[in-house]
């Protein structure tokens, strides 16, 4: 099993950049693909960019591509998705994810944070 937490939301103005944060616990981390998916109120969730284990292949959904960056630190137990040139409709609360495999749809990952809030004014 592995336990995740994330961090770096906040409330920024459209074109500004945030950082988010997914700490993981256990020693298997390394061996896990993560994912960062997206929930805005009353609306699914939806897949935000994915890494494989070793960090060698990302996905993105077009809606992030060229903005946001998916990355890993295997040392660090940590996953960063890396938001710049933020837009209104990037607001959401942001999940990470892990699973055995790479998949860009939430049912693919069986472990989940809490989430944390990213806020972008116009």
């Known amino acids: 099993q592995v336990q995740l937490v994330e961090s770096g939301g906040g409330l920024v103005q459209a074109g500004d950049s945030l950082r988010l944060s997914c700490a993981a616990s256990?020693?298997?981390?390394?061996?896990?693909?993560m994912g960062w998916f997206r929930q805005a109120p009353g609306k699914e969730r939806d897949f935000v960019a994915s890494?494989?284990?070793?960090?060698?292949?990302?996905y993105y959904a077009d809606s992030v591509k060229g903005r946001f960056t998916i990355s890993r630190d295997n040392a660090k137990n940590t996953v960063y998705l890396q938001m710049n040139s933020l837009k209104p409709t990037d607001t959401a609360s942001y999940y990470c994810?892990?699973?055995?495999?790479?998949?860009?749809?939430?049912?693919?990952?069986?472990?989940w944070g809490q989430g944390t809030q990213v806020t972008v004014s116009s």
């Open positions: 890494i494989n284990w070793s960090g060698g292949i990302t």
């Open positions: 256990g020693r298997t981390f390394s061996t896990y693909a």
């Open positions: 994810a892990a699973s055995t495999y790479t998949s860009k749809i939430p049912n693919g990952y069986p472990y």
